[in-house]
T-cell receptor
């Protein structure tokens, strides 16, 4: 089955700098890659996704890049703010009937003032 | 707008006792429904998914079962809790596309 590796377990950045989280996946059939944010003690909140028909997507301060050859995708949080502090999960899915999302282990992002 | 409601918010249960967690989705007919489990400090594992009423597929065996008695309801249960069942249980839905939306979760502590 699919395996998603999230390379950074923690990331500490100064406010205003960029944070980059990298993930790799194993199954070439995966075609959908969402990112979720989890604040302390709370549920997952969808932040951005990318599908395999594009290699870049931007939503305000968030940029997702996808490199299908390398089976790698990344989340760039630009101009970080204190409210960006949270755990970020990457995931991959083949968009099968069961919509089975395979998650990475999560990256704790801390934005320092 | 679609809403997803999970209950209870938190539970403390004894080993060997039964468990029932529930989830209701409003504003969306025939959603795909999912149960996820997150061990403390860990990643998320999909436990079950359901595409239609009465049909539930198991993804991971954890001595839990799930049922979908109504189009908008998904239940997670077990007759006998284990210590390893502790964690955060998340119900989620999708509209048949790829985006999956999560409920607020139930925090379960087995003692």
């Amino acid at each position: 089955g699919e395996k998603v590796e999230q390379h950074e377990s923690t990331l500490s950045v100064r406010e205003g700098d960029s944070a980059v989280i990298n993930c790799t996946y194993t199954d070439t059939a995966s075609s959908y890659f969402p990112w979720y944010k989890q604040e302390a003690g709370k549920s997952l909140h969808f932040v951005i996704d990318i599908r395999s028909n594009v290699d870049r997507k931007q939503s305000q301060r968030l940029i997702v890049l996808l490199d299908k050859k390398a089976k790698r995708f990344s989340l760039h949080i630009t101009a970080t703010q204190p409210e960006d502090s949270a755990i970020y999960f990457c995931a991959a899915s083949m968009n099968s009937a069961g919509n089975k999302l395979t998650f990475g282990i999560g990256t704790r992002v801390l934005v320092r003032p | 707008a679609q809403t997803i409601h999970q209950w209870p918010v938190a539970e403390i249960k004894a080993v060997g006792s039964p468990l029932s967690l529930g989830c209701t989705i409003k504003g969306k007919s025939s959603p795909n429904l999912y149960w996820y489990w997150q061990a403390t400090g860990g990643t998320l594992q999909q436990l079950f998914y359901s595409i239609t009423v009465g049909q539930v597929e198991s993804v991971v065996q954890l001595n839990l079962s799930a049922s979908r008695p109504k189009d908008d309801q998904f239940i997670l249960s077990t007759e006998k809790l284990l210590l390893s069942h502790s964690g955060f249980y998340l119900c989620a839905w999708s509209g048949g596309g790829t985006e999956v939306f999560f409920g607020k979760g139930t925090r379960l502590t087995v003692v």
